[in-house]
């Protein structure tokens, strides 16, 4: 059973940073396809970031420049560095991992950015 550990989150004013972490403890994480995902009150769950086993990264238009995924293959944890947050980024994050077809997705944590 793969569980998916996330931690990071909180409440933060408007311009500030958070940072979240994602571990994936017993899985072979090199070869995995690393996602974060949020969902805000009362929407659908979108695609915020993915970085790919190679190091490819993509991002949703409205953080481009503003947010940064990365990995530590070594220490299993993937990373979402959040600058120049905005209200509207407040949501549950939640990471996603992709091994062999298989999706593993963490228990959500709350990033809250007041005005």
């Known amino acids: 059973q793969v569980h998916l550990v996330e931690s990071g989150g909180g409440l933060v004013q408007a311009g500030g940073s958070l940072r979240l972490s994602c571990a994936a403890p017993?899985?072979?994480?090199?070869?995995?396809?690393l996602s974060w995902y949020r969902q805000a009150p009362g929407k659908q769950r979108e695609l915020v970031a993915t970085i790919n086993s190679g190091g490819g990264t993509n991002y949703k238009d409205s953080v481009k420049g503003r947010f940064t995924i990365s990995r530590d293959n070594a220490k299993a944890t993937v990373f979402l560095q959040m600058n120049s947050l905005k209200p509207e980024d407040t949501a549950v994050y939640y990471c996603?991992?992709?091994?062999?077809?298989?999706?593993?997705w963490g228990q959500g944590t709350q990033v809250t950015v007041s005005s």
């Open positions: 996603k991992l992709v091994q062999a077809y298989t999706s593993y």
């Open positions: 017993g899985i072979i994480f090199g070869i995995a396809t």
